[in-house]
């Protein structure tokens, strides 16, 4: 069964450092999204990319976060400045069609101190 | 703005009950989603429904999508320890992206 792969599995950061979460969708999927969930909270939509460009971002999506998917494979999630409730569970997700599910990563658990 | 509640939000039940788990929203949405999420993991789709009264069979679980493509639910027949786990819904809208919007989840523990 082909997996969306996350890393890091955790990263604690300090506050106004920059971190990059990193996946690895499914090779043939076309539609990559990331999404995070605060503790206790529903999972809230981030940012879509398609065609190598971001086709929908959110309001939690500002200047702070960039996405990037550098090489074909590589997806990436910076956030430049962290701030204390960047604190979340991220997950990266693929889709081929976008109608018949989408394929989500174990997710990155960001901690900022 | 686009909403999804899910009913109930916790539920205890003894091995072998039935029960129904319902995700309701006043918007309408392109397909529905269910996904089951074990702590500390992302969510594991479970089905989609896609067609206004839809209903899907998974072994024990049976997910319906309302006439309407408003609403859904999830039945399960004969619970065992082992469907135990936070069940999502989730809603992708019509427009090109399919972002989805999600439910809160139902918590479920079933008691041997």
């Known amino acids: 069964e082909p997996e969306v792969t996350q890393t890091p599995s955790h990263q604690v950061t300090q506050m106004g450092q920059e971190v990059i979460l990193r996946c690895v969708p499914i090779?043939?999927?076309?539609?990559f999204y990331w999404y995070r969930q605060i503790l206790g909270q529903k999972v809230e939509f981030l940012v879509s990319?398609?065609?190598?460009?971001?086709?929908?971002k959110s309001e939690i999506f500002d200047d702070q976060f960039s996405v990037e998917r550098p090489d074909g494979s590589n997806f990436t999630l910076k956030i430049r400045s962290t701030k204390l409730e960047d604190s979340a569970m991220y997950f990266c997700?693929?889709?081929?069609?976008?109608?018949?599910?989408?394929?989500f990563g174990s997710g990155t658990r960001l901690t900022v101190v | 703005t686009q909403l999804l509640e899910q009913s109930p939000q916790f539920l205890s039940i003894q091995e072998g009950e039935n029960l129904t788990v319902y995700c309701n929203s006043s918007?309408?949405?392109?397909?529905l989603q269910w996904y089951r999420q074990e702590p500390g993991e992302g969510p594991v789709l479970l089905v989609t429904?896609?067609?206004g009264g839809e209903v899907k069979k998974l072994k024990r679980l049976t997910f319906q999508f309302g006439d309407a493509r408003k609403d859904s639910s999830l039945h399960i027949t004969a619970a065992q320890p082992g469907d135990t786990g936070l069940y999502l819904c989730?809603?992708?809208?019509?427009?090109?992206?399919?972002?989805?919007?999600w439910g809160l989840g139902t918590s479920l523990a079933v008691n041997p």
């Open positions: 090779s043939n999927h076309l539609y």
């Open positions: 990319f398609y065609n190598n460009e971001i086709s929908e």
């Open positions: 429904v896609v067609t």
């Open positions: 989730a809603g992708a809208n019509a427009g090109n992206n399919r972002k989805l919007i």
């Open positions: 997700a693929s889709t081929q069609d976008r109608v018949y599910g989408y394929t």
């Open positions: 918007s309408v949405f392109s397909s």
